[in-house]
T-cell receptor, first 117, second 113 residues
Framework: GAVVSQHPSRVICKSGTSVKIECRSL??????MFWYRQFPKQSLMLMAT?????????EQGVEKDKFLINHASLTLSTLTVTSAHPEDSSFYIC?????????????FGDGTRLSIL | AQSVTQLDSHVSVSEGTPVLLRCNYS??????LFWYVQHPNKGLQLLLK??????LVKGINGFEAEFKKSETSFHLTKPSAHMSDAAEYFC???????????FGKGTRLSVIA
């Protein structure tokens, strides 16, 4: 159980294109989803936290107009990288959790490798 | 404030020998602690978690970790390394289920045949 599906797994596109990444919880309701960015050989960097039906909370330094997050249902959150440029190339990972209890783990998608030419 | 320190950025072991990945944490509250593993170009898979029950936690694939409050440590061990264990391992602190995780910088485990 607790499967998170992230799609697409890899995107290669031209500079100026907008790219949408989907994160779905397949067998549980995700009250909270998180979006991370990971640079090569580094740890995950939290970009934003999204709760179903409300606006995402962005971390300092993350442009909310650049990285649009929508969490319209309890099983789906999307991250749209608008007008992507080469510096946006990275590995993006989502995670989801079903509860607020202490010790509730987050379940991760397999990530999306975004390459902007 | 919560923080996590993984003491080794890279650990290399021979196949069949024990694995020790070290993690120290700092937390103002009783923490929940996790170990996740990441294989190349993949997301993170939960290995095990500590949530104030038994201090010795058993996880998947033969891994276990011991929570030592006096040492603020949560080291990950495995008696015998397998080639498939080669990956990046992250020690993580959490306060509650819907708050952001605090990640260590990761330890890359190499397993030599």
């Amino acid at each position: 159980g607790a499967v998170v599906s992230q799609h697409p797994s890899r995107v290669i596109c031209k500079s100026g294109t907008s790219v949408k990444i989907e994160c779905r919880s397949l067998d549980f309701q995700a009250t909270t989803m998180f979006w991370y960015r990971q640079f090569p050989k580094q740890s995950l960097m939290l970009m934003a936290t999204s709760n179903e039906g409300s606006k995402a909370t962005y971390e300092q330094g993350v442009e909310k107009d650049k990285f649009l997050i929508n969490h319209a249902s309890l099983t789906l959150s999307t991250l749209t990288v608008t007008s992507a440029h080469p510096e946006d190339s990275s590995f993006y990972i989502c995670s989801a959790t079903s509860g607020t209890e202490v010790g509730q783990p987050q379940h991760f998608g397999d990530g999306t490798r975004l390459s902007i030419l | 404030a919560q923080s996590v320190t993984q003491l080794d950025s890279h650990v290399s072991v021979s196949e069949g020998t024990p694995v020790l990945l070290r993690c120290n944490y700092s937390s103002s509250y009783s923490p929940s602690l996790f170990w996740y593993v990441q294989h190349p170009n993949k997301g993170l898979q939960l290995l095990l978690k500590y949530t104030s029950a038994a201090t010795l936690v058993k996880g998947i694939n033969g891994f276990e970790a011991e929570f030592k409050k006096s040492e603020t440590s949560f080291h990950l061990t495995k008696p015998s390394a397998h080639m498939s264990d080669a990956a990046e391992y992250f020690c993580v602190v959490s306060f509650s289920g819907n708050t952001p995780l605090v990640f260590g910088k990761g330890t890359r485990l190499s397993v030599i045949a």
